[in-house]
Structure formats: structure tokens, C-alpha cells
């Protein structure tokens, strides 16, 4: 079994003796930064000149700073920005302003494993990455709790960035979840298949594709949208708190074998042989081209996609469907419940 770290095996002392600038105020970045400040971390919000959540940072009592002011101020600089930014971030506003034995930290591995970011070898790279969102990273830690956090180290300048990147981990709570080691190209190049292949590809792919089967059949689009979209989240909180198994036990015997008999046949060996060839892309970095190439292109294919994504006949059924069911989400919208 992977050793598991807690808050008994932190050293608190080693953040609060840190300057942290956060980078980003989206969904991670408002966690990170009010997590740490509640922590008794001294923390700065870095972010562009006019940004539209440097009021949304104060309001909550940080301060906010362009991002070359923090990085020259900070002793780390946490990249909560997207991953598609944080290059541009990177070369043009933080690079200058590093000094020797200085912290790089981020909560994805992309820019590092695929050399989109090349620090100087005298400052440290680690990586802090919850497993959940922001909002839950925050909410949480205000009830006392946790979420588990995988860290890694990709440059050890000053022999403490371990327990660097562990400290920073307490500080945002996560040592009383559980901590995990991992390297920048094991945490990227599972996550990224995670996403495409189960997480928002293959599920966002599996769930249209039962919509339009039953639709095409001649049944109610409001009747195929509960059946494929919206049930969804009862299986997935039971899989959640309870594993395979206990989804299983929780279903009813109809559910049950139906699943285990039909499941096979949906997802198939060449289903699988599609997945590992996701994954070869991921592990020899033509995925991370292809997107590099289309951001900096100006995401003509990006858009199309999005735009094709929002005209399906679900969205607007779940659209209606959801109006009349005010308590989904507690009535707030995106934008409040990810904190960006």
C-alpha cells in the first residue's frame, strides 16, 4: 500500500514562514488562497490588470496584487490559472521576477510535464493537486474536514520541497484527508485520461448517446432526459460513498443484472483498444500539442465544439426541466457555486 500522509506527519511551521502568491481566482484559486490565509499563511491573489475577481478576493479580506508585484514579493507562487494560460503567465510575468530557492507550485502537472514552463534549475517545482473542486476544498475546511491532495516534486532546489509541498497540503487542509505521493507525469497523464475517457468525455458521450436512442425510439425527450442525465447523480453519489459493490447491492436485482449482462455490451474490447490508444496520445504528448496548437490558433475547432455541445436537444430539455426544480443547486448559478 502507497503511504498515506496526515496532519501528525506535516510540518505547519514551513508554510506559515512562507509567502504564498496564488495565481487565479477561479474554482481552485479562491479555495487555495482563503484556505492558506485561514491557515495563518501570509497570501497574496495574483491577478491580471482589471480582472473581474480582484473584487470577488477583496470582498472575501485578501489582498490583491498584479502578478509580477506578487511573484517579486512571494516566497511560492501557486499557478491556479488555466492550464492554457499559465505559460504566457509564466514567461512574461513571473519568470522575471524569480530569484534563487524560490517555489513553483501547481495543482495540475500539465505545463511541467509536457515543457510547456522550464523553470531555472535554482528554484523548486512541486505540485499540491486536491482531488475535488474548489468549492468543495473550501466548504470542507470550514467544517473542520478535508479533501485528499496528491503532491510531487519536479525540482528540488533547496532539499525541503517535500515538506514543503506536505506543509502547503496541511494548510489547505488536506493532510486531514489524506496525502499522496505522485509525479508530475503520473498525475497528469491520469487525470487527462481520467477526463476524456470516463469523467466529462466518455460520460458526456454516453449519456447523449442514450438520450438520442430513446428520442429516436419515439419516447418523451423529458422521459430520456431524467432516465440518461438526470438519475445519473443517484449512481454516482452511490458509487462515491460506497464503491462498485455497494452501488450494486443499493440497485434493484432488475437494475442489477441488467447492468452486469448489458454493461459488456456497450463498452466493448474496442471501446478498451480506443481507450489505451487516448491514453498513448496523452503518454507521447500529441494530445498536449494538438491543444497548445488549437489555443494558439484561437480555438476555431474549440468553439465549433462547444457551440455544437450547447445546440444538443438535451440542453434544452434539462434547461426546462431544471427551471422547475428551483432546489438544484441551491438556486445559485455556476459562476457561485465554482467561486469564479
Known amino acids: 500500500m502507497a503511504k498515506m500522509y496526515y496532519d501528525a506527519d506535516a510540518q505547519p511551521e514551513l508554510i506559515a514562514a512562507t509567502k504564498v502568491a496564488v495565481i487565479g481566482y477561479g474554482s481552485q484559486g479562491h479555495a487555495h488562497a482563503l484556505n492558506l ?47 492554457t494560460s499559465q505559460r504566457e503567465i509564466y514567461e512574461t510575468q513571473v519568470k522575471p521576477h524569480l530569484a534563487a530557492g524560490m517555489t513553483l507550485a501547481f495543482a495540475h502537472g500539465f505545463n511541467i510535464r509536457y515543457e510547456q514552463i522550464v523553470p531555472d534549475p ?45 506543509s502547503y497540503a496541511w494548510a489547505i487542509g488536506s493532510t486531514k484527508a489524506g496525502v499522496l505521493d505522485t509525479t508530475f507525469a503520473e498525475e497528469t497523464e491520469t487525470d487527462l485520461f481520467g477526463e476524456q475517457v470516463v469523467l466529462c468525455g466518455g460520460l458526456s458521450q454516453l449519456v447523449l448517446a442514450g438520450f438520442k436512442t430513446l428520442v ?18 443517484l449512481i454516482v453519489d452511490l458509487l462515491y460513498e460506497h464503491g462498485l459493490s455497494g452501488m450494486w447491492f443499493s440497485v434493484s436485482e432488475t437494475a442489477e443484472y441488467g447492468g452486469l449482462t448489458r454493461g459488456p455490451r456497450i463498452i466493448t474490447d474496442e471501446s478498451m483498444a480506443e481507450m489505451r490508444r487516448v ?26 465544439l462547444r457551440d455544437e455541445a450547447k445546440a444538443e436537444q438535451i440542453e434544452a430539455v434539462g434547461a426546462h426541466l431544471r427551471s422547475m426544480m428551483p432546489f438544484l443547486g441551491h438556486g445559485k448559478g455556476l459562476s457561485e457555486v465554482s467561486g469564479g
Open 37 to 83: 490565509a485561514d491557515s495563518g499563511v501570509e497570501v497574496r491573489v495574483a491577478l491580471r490588470e482589471g480582472s473581474s475577481s480582484a473584487k470577488k478576493a477583496e470582498a472575501s479580506g485578501l489582498q490583491v496584487m498584479p502578478v509580477p508585484e506578487a511573484t517579486a514579493w512571494a516566497d511560492m507562487v501557486m499557478f491556479l490559472a488555466p492550464d
Open 122 to 166: 535554482n528554484v523548486n517545482v512541486i505540485m499540491i493537486a486536491p482531488k475535488g473542486p474548489g468549492h468543495l476544498l473550501r466548504r470542507t475546511y470550514e467544517e473542520g474536514g478535508g479533501i485528499p491532495s496528491l503532491i510531487a516534486v519536479g525540482q528540488d532546489a533547496t532539499g525541503s520541497a517535500h515538506d514543503l509541498a506536505l
Open 216 to 233: 429516436d425510439a419515439g419516447y418523451q425527450p423529458e422521459s430520456a432526459y431524467f432516465e440518461c442525465l438526470h438519475e445519473l447523480k
Open 279 to 304: 491514453l498513448g496520445e496523452i503518454k507521447d504528448g500529441s494530445f498536449a500539442r494538438e491543444l497548445v496548437s488549437e489555443i494558439e490558433a484561437g480555438r476555431p475547432r474549440f468553439t465549433r
